[in-house]
């Protein structure tokens, strides 16, 4: 009896003074998908973030703004850049990069500007009228969700 009685009182010694808790699995990450705050666009779905992304059919220029669009993309092998290829372009990076490829040598067009943070695409899309980027939702603070405008939102 006292051996089970020390096991228990050391059991639960060893829960009390560690942490032992389920861990959770990571918060989903969620993208914002951002324009230049001057865009008369207000919404915009997957759909049309996607044509407007990949400069697809007529969406080459923003409507009422008369406006080249400017897709911005981002440097390196990040969650959100996956992210957004997988549910937005529904391409592979090597992909979009082909097809940015065929389009600059058939058009002279060229391919998205590649940015290195969240910081440097709310402010290039905030700086040029007809940019088009995505963020992690959490990057845009108050300050700078006043700089651009958040068309839709998207989340794993």
Do not use: C
């Amino acid at each position: 009896m006292k051996k089970v009685f020390s096991f228990l009182v050391l059991i639960t010694i060893f829960f009390l003074s560690t942490n032992h808790s389920i861990s959770k699995s990571p918060a989903a990450l969620e993208l914002a998908i951002i324009i230049n705050k001057d865009n008369p666009i207000e919404k915009l779905s997957i759909t049309e973030v996607r044509l407007y992304w990949m400069k697809r059919g007529t969406q080459k220029s923003w409507p009422g703004l008369k406006t080249t669009v400017l897709p911005v993309d981002r440097k390196g092998n990040i969650a959100e850049k996956s992210l957004f290829y997988k549910l937005v372009v529904k391409l592979s990076e090597a992909e979009v990069d082909s097809y940015f490829a065929a389009k600059q040598y058939q058009n002279s067009e060229s391919p998205p500007v590649k940015l290195n943070s969240d910081k440097e695409v709310i402010q290039y899309v905030a700086d040029n009228k007809g940019a088009i980027g995505f963020v992690k939702t959490a990057s845009l603070t108050d300050e700078l969700r006043s700089q651009v405008k958040l068309v839709v939102s998207i989340s794993e």
